[in-house]
């Protein structure tokens, strides 16, 4: 049920100028995210205005804004070659769908358990993938389809630059954009009366000015008008058999709902107003999902970017994310022509500068120093997301991040002491055999959680022991034991006893205590 916000007056004059620096940002960012994604840039803005007046106004989050992000470009530009824009509205459909249960099911909460060097692995591939993907888009050239081919691609499209001076245009007009949008932001953190204005706007429009006045050979937006680039269905579910389309599902949804809460807990820091309820947060981004596949936009997540600038331009409600889906709204029914006059270049531009922030520039050393292994597995997979795709990417992450897990957690040791003959309180007294052969006991302690990524520590020191001793094996410290080591366990002792002169002596784990019932309590006098 719709939460429509009911601000008073003191409320709704902090959220009103709040979200028009909302609306600024996410203009440029909805029409380059579409364009980018192979789809009309009318979608784009679909997608904004349904993250605005509809998931802006359910309950979750308070403050942070929904929209299309770059984050998914890629995996919407690989759904789009492979099943059409049908087969891109039948996923959005499911991946909300699947939202939309796995909230209500309270299962929000447990996507903050994915490993955060996956989640920036996956954003880093993503970043890597659009960086390479918009470089020949701001040249002018034609973009690669597969991943791979992005990459190794990138030698020919410089010579291309060199020969051709259509190229040169494009690229100066890209190049400029860029110093505007960061000139600009330096300007803005001088001036606080030009924060509402953001940098990626004033670029783009400074680019279409310079393009339209100058009559410059730079390829624009083509526009289609908004019901001409909406195919609204209600599915293709019989595509649904394909296996592409089912693995493309799961990732959207993983792949959404991940940046999604993630950007609610990052937002939650910034503010010190309510906190995100995940499984309600989780529910209004399907739901908002669904709309937007039932009218063939594009997937939505919660946009960091938009978020932040929400929050840095004094929002105190959804009021203010509300509003800016209706500025959205307002500016495809009154000015959609206006959108055909930006440059191509402008918008790669942009979006390269977004793809540049999904890198961990900075994190990356600092994780390297402290946590090898987290640095490792986002390494790994954002190097097999460009390689390969995003699904195999994300797999291949949380299966390391697992590994990673489990090694960590089964921390085992094993301590080996030769006694000499002699009375020993701990070692017991000695056997006839023993005073014959002339040596003590070998104690061999097993302490920790032994699971099947120890056995070999565990059976390279059993095997090394002589079978010409008294063995005591002592698993009293022992807290854990899998079925592997359990087994390998018994297969060693038969072993041994095959071999050795003297039984090995086993001391079993210790059970886990039963609790001591506590003694009734007296009844009070009456």
């Not at 301590?415 to 056997?431: C, E, F, H, K, N």
Request: contains cysteine; glycine residues 10%.
């Amino acid at each position: 049920m719709l939460a429509l916000p009911r601000p008073d007056w003191g409320t709704l004059r902090a959220d009103l100028p709040a979200s028009i620096v909302v609306f600024l940002v996410a203009l440029p960012l909805c029409v380059g995210v579409a364009v980018a994604s192979g789809v009309p840039a009318e979608l784009g803005l679909v997608t904004g205005v349904v993250g605005g007046l509809l998931v802006g106004a359910l309950p979750g989050s308070s403050l942070q804004v929904s929209g299309p992000a770059a984050g998914m470009t890629v995996l919407v530009a690989e759904a789009v070659d492979d099943f059409g824009l049908a087969g891109l509205g039948t996923i959005v459909l499911a991946c909300g769908l699947l939202q939309i249960a796995l909230g209500l099911f309270r299962l929000g909460r447990w996507f903050r358990a994915i490993s955060v060097a996956v989640v920036q692995g996956m954003l880093a591939g993503i970043g890597l993938l659009l960086i390479a993907g918009q470089l020949y888009v701001l040249a002018g050239s034609t973009t690669p389809h597969s991943g791979p081919g992005k990459f190794t691609g990138l030698p020919e499209l410089l010579g291309d630059l060199v020969a051709s001076p259509t190229a040169l245009t494009a690229l100066t007009v890209g190049v400029a954009t860029v110093a505007v949008m960061t000139q600009w932001d330096a300007l803005r953190r001088r001036l606080p009366s030009l924060r509402m204005v953001p940098g990626a706007l004033v670029a783009v429009v400074v680019a279409a000015g310079l393009t339209a006045g100058l009559d410059l050979p730079v390829q624009t937006i083509e526009v289609e008008g908004l019901l001409a680039a909406m195919t609204p269905s209600f599915g293709h579910w019989e595509q649904l058999t394909s296996f592409g389309v089912l693995a493309a599902i799961v990732t959207f949804t993983l792949v959404a709902s991940a940046e999604s809460l993630f950007s609610a807990a990052a937002v939650d820091r910034l503010h010190t107003g309510p906190r995100t309820d995940f499984d309600r947060e989780l529910v209004a981004q399907g739901t908002g999902n669904s709309v937007c596949g039932l009218l063939g936009a594009l997937p939505m997540t919660a946009v960091i970017v938009r978020s932040s600038a929400n929050v840095a331009a004094g929002a105190r409600s959804k009021a203010s994310r509300v509003l800016h889906g209706l500025w959205l709204l307002l500016f495809v029914a009154a000015a959609p022509t206006l959108i055909g006059l930006i440059p191509l270049p402008a918008l790669a531009a942009v979006l390269i500068h977004a793809g540049c922030k999904l890198l961990p520039v900075r994190e990356l050393p600092e994780l390297w120093r402290e946590h090898r292994g987290e640095a490792i597995i986002l390494v790994v997979t954002a190097v097999v997301i460009g390689t390969t795709d995003m699904f195999t990417g994300v797999l291949v992450g949380l299966g390391l991040a697992v590994v990673k897990a489990a090694w960590e957690t089964s921390h085992v040791r094993v301590t080996v002491t030769d006694r000499a003959i002699g009375p020993d309180l701990d070692s017991g007294p000695t056997t006839e055999d023993e005073a014959a052969a002339g040596d003590g006991p070998i104690e061999v302690s097993i302490t920790g959680n032994a699971t099947f990524l120890r056995l070999p520590t565990i059976l390279t020191a059993l095997n090394e022991l002589p079978a010409d001793r008294t063995v005591r094996l002592d698993l009293r410290g022992l807290r854990h034991a899998d079925h592997a080591c359990r087994t390998a366990l018994d297969q060693w002792v038969t072993t041994h006893n095959t071999q050795a002169t003297v039984p090995v002596q086993v001391i079993p784990p210790t059970p886990n205590p039963s609790p001591t019932p506590l003694p009734p309590t007296p009844l009070p006098p009456r």
